[in-house]
């Protein structure tokens, strides 16, 4: 699904990073535990979404090589996660929805899980 979609589908909104690096995503990963998040093997073309909006995300995501994080419950991202984000080429959303409905809108709209 391309990001645009996911963007429009959960009312979301860019805070750092380009579409345009990670145009689309196949599956999603929806957790606030980093380290539930390290155990992913394969994370191409994959998003995470999480309410956890600090610095440590964004180094867990590098280190799981995930390049999309979408930021629910309103969550708002700061000028040091953009600046590292955009060092390791990843795209940062924010939208205002719950990470429960967040899923499942994506879920509905055909994307898949992780597991």
């Known amino acids: 699904m391309k990001l645009e979609d996911i963007l429009r589908l959960v009312d979301g909104k860019v805070k750092g990073g380009s ?3 990670e145009p689309e995503v196949d599956k999603v990963f ?4 980093m380290s539930d998040v390290l155990t992913i093997k394969n994370a191409q073309k994959l998003m995470l979404i999480t309410g956890l909006c600090n610095l440590q995300t964004i180094r867990t995501c590098e280190m799981a090589e995930i390049r999309a994080v979408l930021f629910v ?3 708002k991202v700061t000028e040091d996660m953009v600046e590292l984000a955009e060092e390791n080429d990843m795209l ?7 990470l429960f ?3 499942g809108i994506l879920y ?5 899980p992780l597991y």
């Open 101 to 103: 409905r967040a899923s």
């Open 108 to 112: 509905q709209a055909g994307l898949q």
């Open 30 to 33: 929806a957790s606030d535990l």
């Open 92 to 98: 940062l959303m924010e939208t205002d929805y719950s």
């Open 19 to 21: 579409i345009a690096n």
């Open 73 to 75: 419950r309103g969550k």
